[in-house]
C-alpha cells in the first residue's frame, strides 16, 4: 500500500527523490521485518492484560506431562498479534498487485480463522478438543484449495515464467532446469495442497513448548526470505536478453515477482522475534492454533510458490519428525497395542525421559538452524 501511494510520488519534486528507495525489495523487507518487530512488541503487554483480563487461558491435556500443570490459564491466542503484526506490515510494504503475495496472505488469514475457532471452543468449553479434526481438515482443505486452484489455472493473472513452471518440482541438490520432476496439473494440486495443509498441521504439533514452535518458524521464514528474493531477482537495465537473471545463474526456479514474498517472510520473522520476548520459557503467553495453523500454512504457501515443496522436508524437518512421531504413536498403537514414544509429538518423549523444557526447545531450535544451512546449502550443491 505504501509503495503503491509513496513511490510515484518521488517525481513530482526533487527532494521526493528519496521515495526512489522503495523501488528495492530489501529496503521494504527490513521495512517490513522492523514494523511487524516493533508492533509485536508495542502490543503485546496490552494484549496480555487483555487476554488475563477476559480469562483467555490455556486449557491442559490430561495425559500431558505432570510439569505442565502449572501452565494452566496461561494466556493463549496470542497468535491472533502475530497475525496483525505479520498482515499489516506485508500489505503496508508489498506491491498491491502481487498475486504470490495476496494468495499466501489469503491463506494465512483463513487458517488463522480456522485456529480461532479451535481455541475459542477449547476455552469456552474448557476442553482441549476444540473444533473437532475432520472438520478443520475440512476448513484447511477448502481454503488452500480454492486459493491453489485459482493460483495454477488463473493464466491471465499470473506471470508467463511461473506459467510455464507451475507444476515443476525442484529435486533438492539437482539444477532445476536440467532434472526438474514435471507432474501432471491435475495431479501437482492434490500434492501441493497435501504440502500446505500437512505444514499447517506440523506447526500445530510443534506448537507444545515454551517458543518451540516459533522459533524454527522464524528460521523457516528467514530461509525462504533468501529464496524468494534470489528466485525473483534480476538485474540489468540494457534490455530483457541482457538481464541477469540471478535464479538462472544459480539454477534454481525463476519466478518473475516471488521476490515479493520475501516481505511477507521479513514480517514473519519479525513479528516472530517480538512474539518470542514473551512466549520463551516461561512463557507469558501461547500461540494457540489461530498462530500455528495460521503461520504452517503460510510456510507451506512459500514453499509451492518458490518451488520448494520436496526441500521443505528437509527446511522444516523439526516439523516432520514431530509429525511422523504422532503417526508412528498413533499406527503402533491401533496395530500392536504398544507405543513407541513415552508420549507423542516426540518433544513430550524427551520430557517424559526427564529433560528440562529449555534443554528440548534449545536443541531444537539448533537443529532448525542447522537444517536450515544445508537448505540454502543446495543453492550452490547442484
Aim: with cysteine.
Amino acid at each position: 500500500m505504501l509503495y503503491e501511494l509513496l513511490y510515484p510520488l518521488r517525481s513530482y519534486a526533487s527532494w521526493l527523490s528519496f521515495l526512489n528507495v522503495l523501488r528495492y525489495v530489501p529496503f521494504r523487507v527490513i521495512a517490513a521485518t522492523v514494523s511487524a518487530m516493533l508492533l509485536t512488541f508495542l502490543l503485546s503487554p496490552w494484549f496480555i492484560r487483555e487476554l488475563q483480563r477476559k480469562q483467555i487461558g490455556q486449557i491442559i491435556r490430561e495425559e500431558g506431562p505432570e510439569s505442565h500443570r502449572i501452565k494452566s490459564g496461561t494466556p493463549t491466542m496470542g497468535g491472533a498479534l502475530i497475525l496483525l503484526s505479520v498482515l499489516l506490515p506485508t500489505v503496508l510494504w508489498s506491491d498491491p498487485h502481487n498475486h504470490f503475495v495476496w494468495a499466501t496472505a489469503a491463506v494465512t488469514s483463513g487458517y488463522g480463522v480456522i485456529g480461532y475457532l479451535d481455541d475459542y471452543l477449547k476455552i469456552k468449553r474448557r476442553n482441549p478438543r476444540g473444533v473437532p479434526g475432520r472438520y478443520k481438515l475440512l476448513g484447511q482443505v477448502a481454503i488452500a484449495g480454492a486459493v491453489l486452484c485459482y493460483s495454477f489455472l488463473a493464466e491471465t493473472q499470473l506471470p508467463s515464467d511461473w506459467w510455464e513452471i507451475r507444476t515443476h518440482l525442484s529435486v533438492p541438490f539437482v539444477a532445476f532446469a536440467k532434472h526438474p520432476i514435471v507432474l501432471p496439473v491435475a495431479l501437482y494440486i492434490p500434492f501441493a495442497l497435501v504440502v500446505v495443509v500437512g505444514m499447517s498441521n506440523a506447526v500445530n504439533l510443534t506448537d507444545g513448548l515454551d517458543g518451540l514452535a516459533i522459533g524454527p518458524v522464524i528460521i523457516n521464514a528467514g530461509t525462504y526470505l533468501v529464496w524468494a528474493y534470489l528466485a525473483g531477482t534480476s538485474f540489468g537495465i540494457v534490455n530483457v536478453a541482457q538481464k541477469f537473471v540471478v535464479a538462472r545463474y544459480l539454477d534454481i526456479a525463476a519466478v518473475e515477482q516471488a521476490s515479493e514474498l520475501a516481505i511477507y517472510c521479513g514480517a514473519i520473522v519479525g513479528a516472530g522475534i517480538g512474539f518470542l520476548w514473551y512466549n520463551t520459557y516461561p512463557a507469558q503467553v501461547f500461540m494457540g492454533d489461530v498462530g500455528s495453523l495460521a503461520l504452517g500454512g503460510g510456510l507451506g504457501m512459500c514453499a509451492v510458490f518458490t518451488k520448494n515443496e520436496l526441500l521443505s522436508v528437509i527446511l522444516g524437518g523439526v516439523f516432520f519428525v514431530e509429525t511422523v512421531s504422532v503417526i508412528v504413536q498413533v499406527t503402533s498403537f491401533k496395530l500392536t497395542g504398544k507405543r513407541v514414544f513415552l508420549m507423542a509429538p516426540i518433544h513430550h518423549h524427551f520430557e517424559k525421559k526427564g529433560w528440562p523444557e529449555p534443554k528440548i526447545i534449545v536443541r531444537f531450535w539448533i537443529v532448525s538452524i542447522l537444517l536450515a544451512l544445508v537448505a540454502l546449502s543446495s543453492l550452490k550443491l547442484r
